[in-house]
C-alpha cells in the first residue's frame, strides 16, 4: 500500500510502541488501516502521532488536553500555539 507503513515500523521510527500508537487509535487520534491482520498508518498519520507524542512526552498533557489541542489545531501542528489554546479553554470555563 503505497504511502503507508506497517505500525510496528512507524513505532520503531518515532521511538515508542506499537501498543501506545494503537492506543491512540483507539482513541480515535490517528488513522489506520488494517490489512491482513497487520495495521497500516499512511504518512500523514505518522506525522500526526509525532506531535501527540510530543504533546504526551514533553508538553505532559492529559488526554482530555491533547483532545482539546487535535480538535482545535489543523497541520502543519504548531507547538507555540499549544499553551495559548489551554489557556484560551480554561478562561472559556471560568
Not at 4 to 16: C, G, Q, R, W
Not at 26 to 48: C, L, P, T
Request: with cysteine; net charge neutral; hydrophobic share 35%.
Amino acid at each position: 500500500m503505497p504511502g503507508y507503513e506497517p505500525i510496528t515500523a512507524v513505532a520503531a521510527s518515532l521511538n515508542t510502541t506499537e501498543e501506545k500508537l494503537r492506543d491512540f487509535h483507539r482513541k480515535g487520534w490517528i488513522q489506520a488501516v488494517n490489512r491482513k491482520d497487520v495495521m497500516f498508518v499512511s504518512s500523514d498519520q505518522r506525522y500526526r502521532a509525532k506531535y501527540i507524542l510530543f504533546l504526551c512526552d514533553t508538553k505532559h498533557l492529559t488526554p482530555d488536553q491533547i483532545q482539546l489541542v487535535l480538535d482545535t489545531q489543523r497541520p502543519p501542528y504548531s507547538a507555540a500555539e499549544v499553551d495559548e489554546i489551554l489557556e484560551r479553554n480554561a478562561t472559556a470555563k471560568t
